[in-house]
């Protein structure tokens, strides 16, 4: 007997094909070719409500000193970024979770206990331009729509994060790069880890930051992971000393292009303008804060 194919699952079928023929699209700087299909304000609204997930689990940080480290870098970088995000930058207080994330759109969340790794405002730099170059190259869309595709699905009309199940919003949450439960916890892909080291790097660099801080966090990183169980930042981040001779051999060449735009949003860009999408999204819930 044929079952009758359900009608979500139909409707990504149908969407699929019609949406994967404008979803191709090139990560500025590295040009590496990227498949998106979710739409722009529904990225939104789901960073939006893991957001309020994150709030749930870990309260915002009450020492002003190290909130305003977080604010001072994360202003500095994001005024040199060329994108309008609605910019958040919040301090969370849990000394075990090793991690920090940025939600498409512009939230970002550094955790406590990353803090004794950056040590300074060129590490938290090091971290911040990482965890933006992860949004700005739009890495959560592109590991949603990866898993649409997978879970049929999430791509049908009218999806909504808190209809799903609670493993599916962990999973979400997970693929937005905001999950701290290790068992969820789904790692960027080796292509996107390396693209938001590259980028992150550009883009401390125009802000004004030491980047050879950057291949110094990466070696403080790996020997905080050394014969320990890695903290979430390990698993999702595949620490290494490859990874700061990486950095360390990008430096000069992006020093060198960087070169008379430090301090600005370079001119002739791509620019793609979200902040007044995503206003909308969140029905100026943006503007109680
Ligand atoms: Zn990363």
Redo the contacts with the bound molecule.
Sequence with gaps: MKQPMPARFLAAFLLIPALAITACSTVPYTGRKQFTIMPEDQMQQMSLEAWQEVQKEHPVSKDPAKTAMIERVGKRIAAVVEVDYAWEFNLLQADDVVNAFCLPGGKVAFYTGILPICQNDDGIATVMG??I??AFAH?GNERVSQNAIVQAGLTGAGFAFKNQSPETQQTLMSLL?AATNVGVLLP?SRA??SE??EIGLRFMIRAGYNPNEAVALWERMAKQSAGKEPPV?FS??PASADRAQHIRSLIPKITEEEKGRIGQRPAGTPTKSIGEQQKKAIGGQAEKK
Excluded: L, R, S, W
Aim: aromatic share 14%.
């Design positions: 990482h965890e170059a992860h890495h790069g960027f996107q880890e938001a080291d930042y999702t981040h």
